[in-house]
């Protein structure tokens, strides 16, 4: 139709999906045809994404609004504790809206795999004297032992090693709270 080449034909039908999803006409050659497919495919697919992570982002705060009141009554007693060294300090996530800080910032499931609803885990941040998160560790309450801590995209920090001591020479701190 109106010489229109198609390269891609499955670039050419995921773009004809992006035109429907933003309910642009189908019928158009304006829209089905563009001079450069694969730029107009690129610029739909980022905008599409975009509201995708907006929704999303919406879906996950209706989330942390729930769920806040049931972590700060399950876990608020060890809010405040706070300990570290001359390279590291490691606190406690005070809120579910830091789950999903902590999530987003370290690139882990944290806060998507909820755990603010862990019964027996007690979830803290260890980061650098700049406030870089460095890792997230998890604490069992029950054992009052380290069931992980992860860095960056799950990967152990540089300073894994001095986090896992740390954590375990301060580890009265929360037993005595429990």
């Not at 109106?2 to 829209?31: C, M, R, V």
């Not at 001079?35 to 995708?52: I, N, P, Q, T």
């Not at 608020?76 to 001359?86: L, M, P, V």
Request: with cysteine; charged share 30%; aromatic share 10%.
């Amino acid at each position: 139709r109106n010489g229109y080449k198609i390269a891609d034909a499955n670039i050419w039908f995921d773009h004809l999906q992006l035109l429907e999803y933003f309910h642009k006409d189908t019928h158009s050659p304006k829209y089905v045809c563009p001079d450069d497919l694969l730029k107009v495919h690129a610029r739909l697919s980022l905008k599409k994404d975009r509201a995708e992570m907006e929704k999303e982002l919406q879906s996950r705060i209706k989330t942390i609004d729930r769920s806040e009141p049931k972590y700060q009554k399950l876990r608020g007693k060890y809010f405040g504790i706070c300990f570290g060294n001359d390279d590291i300090i490691v606190t406690v996530i005070t809120s579910v809206r830091g789950f999903f800080e902590e999530g987003s910032i370290m690139h882990h499931c944290v806060f998507s795999n909820r755990y603010y609803e862990k019964k027996d885990a007690l979830i803290l941040s260890a980061r650098d004297r700049n406030g870089n998160r460095l890792e997230t560790v998890e604490v069992n309450t029950r054992t009052w032992m380290i069931e992980q801590s992860r860095g960056f995209m799950n990967n152990p920090s540089s300073a894994h090693d001095a986090i896992i001591e740390l954590v375990e020479q301060n580890m009265d701190l929360f037993k005595r709270v429990a």
